[in-house]
């Protein structure tokens, strides 16, 4: 047994809405960052058959452009899909507590809700359709896409 090496695997896929807005900053680098909160809904029928439901709250971090496109895209509600790794982070509280959070860090994030942005038509607006955008230093393109990961109802759910 002390032969059996373990894969190491850290993959995460989420969707759910925002719990708030964004939070976007930029480290002493001038590298942005944003940070943001969403709830993902869980139903279930419990042992009398009654449909429940639970709400899981999940952190995400983005860097980068995938950062800055979520600055300029997502809001209070916005949907989303995220796919990254979780990550953990230790810090010391101002009241001297020790603190740590497991995040997702992310990778790519689809954003599906539609947009209206400005052009010259009848109403002066268009539907934007829903858009993926990608943390491109942190992929490896060789690798598929995530949709392998998804059933066909979630796949139809996001087009």
């Known amino acids: 047994m002390a032969d059996l090496k373990m894969p190491e695997v850290n993959y995460v896929i989420v969707s759910g809405n925002l719990t708030k807005d964004p939070v976007f900053r930029q480290t002493t680098n001038s590298t942005p960052v944003v940070n943001f909160s969403i709830a993902s809904n869980r139903k279930y029928k419990d042992s009398s058959s009654q449909w429940q439901?639970?709400?899981?709250?999940?952190?995400?971090v983005a860097w980068n452009k995938l950062?800055?496109?979520?600055?300029?895209r997502?809001?209070?509600?916005?949907?989303?899909?995220?796919d990254g790794e979780l990550q953990s982070r230790n810090w010391k509280s101002e009241e001297g507590y020790?603190?740590?959070i497991v995040e997702i860090k992310a990778r790519r994030i689809q954003f599906l809700n539609r947009t209206k942005r400005p052009n010259n038509g009848e109403?002066?607006?268009?539907?934007e359709e829903?858009?993926?955008?990608?943390?491109e230093e942190s992929i490896d393109f060789t690798e598929d896409s995530f949709d392998k990961f998804l059933s066909t109802e979630e796949s139809d759910l996001i087009k």
């Open 98 to 100: 020790n603190r740590s």
């Open 53 to 60: 439901e639970d709400v899981c709250y999940v952190g995400v």
């Open 67 to 72: 950062a800055e496109s979520c600055k300029e």
């Open 130 to 135: 829903p858009a993926v955008f990608v943390d």
């Open 74 to 82: 997502l809001r209070k509600g916005s949907a989303v899909l995220v």
């Open 123 to 127: 109403n002066g607006y268009s539907d």
